[in-house]
C-alpha cells in the first residue's frame, strides 16, 4: 500500500505574520518557516499505519520554493520512506484551484492508495484542497477525520461534530484529511535525522508533470494592513460609572 501524505511548508504559528502589501501575499520571509503541525499529525496518522504494516510506503509530497526541501526533510526524519517536491517558480501565489490541478497532477503520477492532508493549512485557511482534490483525481474524501482506520481495501475514521461523533468509510483509493484530534507527530530522533540525508527526495516541474502555466483563477483585489488598536476608554466612577458602561458597550454594538 502506498500513502501520500500532502506537506506544506508555512511561517512559524508562533512568529509574526505579514501581508505584502504590494503582492497581496504572505510574508512568508517574516517568520521561520517550518512545516506546518497539522501535517505532521496527518504524517503521524499514516506513519502509524507502517508501523503496524512494514509493507506500507509512506510518500511526504510538497509544492512549494526551494525552502520546502526542509519540510520534506523533516518528513523523512519523522519516518516517511521518500519525498517528492514540485518546484516551479510560476508556481508562487497559486490559489486553490491552481494548487488542486499541480498537486493532484503529482499523485496521479506517482500512483497511490490513499492521500493524507491536514484538513487546512495554517497560513491559508482554505479547508478545501482535501475535498477538490478527492474530486480530481475521481476518489472518494473523507474530511476532518480525527482517528484513522486502514484495513487494506477501505479507510475510516472519526468525525468529532457539534452533537457527538461520526464514523465514515470509504473504498481505497481515497482522499482523507485529518484534524487537530489526530495524533500529534513523533519527533525525529538522532537515527531518523541521519537516515533522511539518505532517503530519495525527487524534484520535479510542472513541465514533468504535464501541467500548463494557467496561473490563478482567482487575485487578490486589495490589502490593507489591520488598523492599530486605539487607547482604552477610562471609566471614572462618579455615580454614573454603570450608565457610561452601558453607553459604551451600546456605541460600539456589544450590546
Given at each position: 500500500m502506498k500513502i501520500v501524505v500532502l506537506v506544506k511548508q508555512v511561517p512559524d504559528t508562533?512568529?509574526?505574520?505579514?501581508?505584502?502589501?504590494?503582492?497581496?501575499?504572505l510574508d512568508r520571509d517574516a517568520s521561520e518557516p517550518i512545516i506546518d503541525e497539522i501535517n505532521e499529525r496527518a504524517l503521524e496518522a499514516a506513519l502509524q499505519q507502517k508501523d503496524a504494516d512494514k509493507s506500507v510506503e509512506v510518500v511526504a509530497l510538497s509544492m512549494g520554493p526551494s525552502s520546502a526541501t526542509d519540510a520534506l526533510r523533516k518528513a523523512l526524519a519523522m519516518?516517511?520512506?521518500?519525498?517528492?517536491?514540485?518546484?516551479?517558480?510560476?508556481?508562487?501565489?497559486?490559489?486553490?484551484?491552481?494548487?488542486?490541478?499541480?498537486?493532484?497532477?503529482a499523485v496521479a503520477s506517482e500512483g497511490f492508495d490513499l492521500v493524507?492532508?491536514?484538513?487546512?493549512?495554517t497560513d491559508g485557511r482554505g479547508g478545501v484542497l482535501a475535498s477538490s482534490l478527492a474530486e480530481t483525481l475521481g476518489v472518494a474524501a473523507l474530511t476532518s477525520i480525527g482517528e484513522l482506520t486502514v484495513d487494506g481495501t477501505?479507510?475510516?475514521?472519526?468525525?468529532?461534530?457539534?452533537?457527538?461523533?461520526?464514523?465514515?468509510?470509504?473504498?481505497?483509493?481515497?482522499?482523507?484529511?485529518?484534524?487537530?484530534?489526530?495524533?500529534e507527530g513523533r519527533f525525529p530522533n538522532f537515527k531518523g535525522i541521519m537516515t533522511a540525508k539518505k532517503k530519495p527526495l525527487a524534484t520535479v516541474t510542472l513541465a514533468e508533470l504535464g501541467?500548463?502555466?494557467?496561473g490563478a483563477r482567482s487575485t487578490v483585489v486589495?490589502?490593507?494592513?489591520?488598523?492599530?488598536?486605539?487607547?482604552?476608554?477610562k471609566i471614572v466612577d462618579d455615580g454614573t460609572a454603570a450608565t457610561q458602561l452601558a453607553e459604551f458597550l451600546a456605541s460600539n454594538r456589544l450590546i
Open positions: 508562533f512568529g509574526e505574520r505579514k501581508l505584502d502589501t504590494t503582492t497581496g501575499l519516518g516517511a520512506d521518500r519525498a517528492i517536491h514540485v518546484l516551479d517558480d510560476s508556481l508562487a501565489g497559486a490559489d486553490v484551484a491552481r494548487t488542486t490541478a499541480v498537486i493532484g497532477a493524507v492532508a491536514g484538513n487546512e493549512s477501505s479507510v475510516s475514521g472519526v468525525r468529532a461534530t457539534e452533537y457527538g461523533t461520526v464514523t465514515a468509510r470509504a473504498d481505497l483509493p481515497a482522499v482523507v484529511s485529518a484534524t487537530e484530534r489526530a495524533p501541467v500548463g502555466d494557467s486589495s490589502v490593507a494592513e489591520r488598523p492599530a488598536r486605539t487607547a482604552g476608554v
